[in-house]
């Protein structure tokens, strides 16, 4: 299966980007992360860097399309940020999200898992078919039915994390394990809470409707982000992956 590949990641409104995200492909697969990181004092960098070079250096080591590898790719990331905690007093709170893609260009399958509030989208057919569940007190109050899908954005508690990579507590990933079989023209988007924050999913089908490539699609969105989030913008950070027939540009 042919694949195009695009990234961005900007800073925002903020004087360092806490953000980072990357991919990496080898024979038969696709392996993309986006992470964001938090904790202050250059922790939040430190930790996002961390776990996205930690993640993309197990699967070159281990190139392989499954849930496994997604869960251990994530937890060597989440052992790798707890020891870098105890170099240094100012990283010892860092902590970071992510969002891990796998996607097998043999059998035309993907596989993907996430900790935080970072999220993966699949579009079919220009609508959302996956979105990824935030660990956050939010989603677990809409979950229950107390708060409204459509106030997550607006909420003050929305950031309150259960689960992140360096927490002290022991994590678990929510890893989608089963091979996920692939359509021509689907569409993936990884993406941190500054982005998602400021370009809801409406908007984000009717920007990939209006493109061919999945740089113009990130663009698109870009400017909205920026419009939305005004002077005191989070940074934010995506990976777009189109699939099949609407991979228009580079092939991977």
Known sequence: MQLEVA?????????????????????????????????????GDVASKLAVRVILTHFQEAPFCTGEEIDFSLKAAHRAIV???KTRDVLARMRATATVLAID?????????????????????????????????????????YLAQEALRDSLQRSRLFAALGHEEDFTATIEATP?????????????????????????AAALAR?????????????????????????FSAVAVFCGAVAAGRTV
């Open 7 to 43: 990234v961005l990641s900007n800073a925002g409104g903020r004087g360092v980007n806490e953000d980072a995200c990357g991919f990496w492909t080898g024979d038969g697969g696709c392996f993309c992360v986006v992470s964001d990181g938090a904790g202050g004092h250059g922790g």
């Open 83 to 85: 020891d870098q905690q």
């Open 105 to 145: 260009t043999v059998h035309h399958t993907a596989v993907w898992g996430h900790v935080g509030d970072t999220r993966l989208y699949l579009f079919r057919g220009g609508r959302v078919a996956v979105q990824t569940k935030d660990h956050s007190v939010v989603q677990k109050m809409v979950d229950a039915g």
């Open 180 to 204: 996920q079989a692939l359509q021509p023209g689907d569409a993936f988007l990884l993406c941190t809470d500054g982005f998602w924050e400021y370009v809801n999913e409406a908007a984000m």
């Open 211 to 235: 493109h061919r490539t999945p740089a113009e699609w990130l663009r698109d969105m870009e400017r909205d982000v920026v419009a939305n989030g005004g002077r005191e913008q989070d940074n």
